[in-house]
């Protein structure tokens, strides 16, 4: 059960080039999110899903956009890298618990990307 | 706006010193408080904690929730190296599933 896949785990970009980061999951999660992850900031909340083919913008959605074409997968896409963006940015997915709302994440294994 | 913060931010022990981290919260519709152990790569669940008073237990770790004074408190006893790792603390809120915000984490180093 491979759980959270990111891909790549690492990259470095030029300012002004694009990409896109692949998150997969094999546990038939309805929730999937984005973090980034920068020194004493903790995690921060970039964009998630809720459901196939629906997104919403979390707490730092500007300069990111995202899809979720197909349930176990949620991509992360930057048009235009600028040096802010660099940081460690996490996937995860979670179950709902419809009897109590609780969740637990599940995340991968990050991916680092630096912006020159 | 929903707020967690995490003390110390930082901590250097010993092994087999215990230590305690601190979370406390500003949270509306508070639902549970999670912690997490992070260590080089992704966070691992550690507790969920919903209840006051409820003393959770995994080993030599612990954690309890306080939903009057806001706080959360994670205690490791008998510390060892491979305890070393960035803590999380986290809040859920009910209703939109955006709504789980970290604290920034506290930084514990076990020296041998």
């Known amino acids: 059960n491979a759980g959270v896949t990111q891909t790549p785990k690492f990259r470095v970009l030029k300012t002004g080039q694009s990409m896109t980061l692949l998150c997969a999951q094999d546990?038939?999660?309805?929730?999937m999110y984005w973090y980034r992850q920068d020194p004493g900031m903790g995690l921060r909340l970039i964009h998630y899903?809720?459901?196939?083919?629906?997104?919403a913008k979390g707490e730092v959605p500007d300069g990111y956009n995202v899809s979720r074409l197909k349930k176990q997968n949620f991509l992360l896409g930057l048009e235009s890298a600028a040096p802010s963006q660099t940081s460690v940015y996490f996937c995860?997915?979670?179950?709902?618990?419809?009897?109590?709302?609780?969740?637990?994440?599940?995340f991968g294994s990050g991916t680092q990307l630096s912006v020159l | 706006e929903d707020k967690v913060v995490q003390s110390p931010l930082s901590l250097v022990v010993h092994e087999g010193d215990t230590v305690t981290l601190n979370c406390s919260y500003e949270?509306?519709?508070?639902?549970?408080l999670l912690w997490y152990k992070q260590e080089k790569k992704a966070p691992t669940f550690l507790f969920m904690l919903?209840?006051?008073?409820i003393e959770k237990k995994s080993g030599r770790l612990s954690s309890i929730l306080d939903k009057k004074e806001l706080f959360s408190i994670l205690n490791i006893t008998a510390t060892q190296t491979g305890d070393s790792a960035v803590y999380l603390c986290?809040?859920?809120?009910?209703?939109?599933?955006?709504?789980?915000?970290f604290g920034s984490g506290t930084q514990l180093t076990v020296l041998p």
């Open positions: 995860a997915s979670s179950y709902y618990l419809l009897d109590t709302q609780l969740r637990k994440l599940f």
């Open positions: 546990m038939n999660h309805e929730y």
């Open positions: 899903s809720v459901g196939e083919g629906t997104t």
């Open positions: 949270v509306t519709n508070f639902r549970s």
């Open positions: 919903t209840s006051s008073g």
């Open positions: 986290a809040c859920i809120s009910s209703g939109s599933a955006r709504q789980l915000t």
